[in-house]
């Protein structure tokens, strides 16, 4: 399996989304609330090339970018394939 990261926040609906995805695919995750450290913060800040919105995924590296890529990667059916390497 893929090496999954996710950096959130709570109350976050679009994270929340992002999680039942990874959920429903039988991924595993590591996830950073940005709002419990503010070294997380800045790690998603600098690994996703300035972004600040949340949530922040990535994939063994690669960021995917936020919960509307990761549902477009699913609807092309690209997810799975990304999940399992």
Same mark, same amino acid.
């Given at each position: 399996?893929?090496?999954?990261?996710?950096?959130?926040?709570?109350?976050?609906?679009?994270?929340?989304?992002?999680?039942?995805?990874?959920?429903?695919?039988?991924?595993?995750?590591?996830?950073?609330?940005?709002?419990?450290?503010?070294?997380?913060?800045?790690?998603?800040?600098?690994?996703?090339?300035?972004?600040?919105?949340?949530?922040?995924?990535? =994939?063994?590296? +690669?960021?995917? #970018?936020?919960?509307?890529? @990761? =549902?477009?990667? +699913?609807?092309? #059916?690209?997810?799975?394939? @990304?999940?399992?390497?």
């Amino acid at each position: 399996m893929a090496d999954v990261v996710l950096y959130t926040r709570p109350g976050c609906g679009f994270c929340t989304m992002a999680k039942h995805l990874l959920k429903s695919k039988g991924a595993d995750y590591k996830e950073y609330n940005i709002w419990s450290k503010e070294e997380y913060k800045t790690q998603m800040i600098k690994r996703s090339g300035g972004e600040t919105t949340v949530p922040q995924i990535f =994939i063994d590296d +690669d960021h995917i #970018g936020g919960s509307d890529q @990761l =549902i477009a990667l +699913d609807r092309a #059916g690209h997810l799975e394939a @990304l999940l399992k390497q």
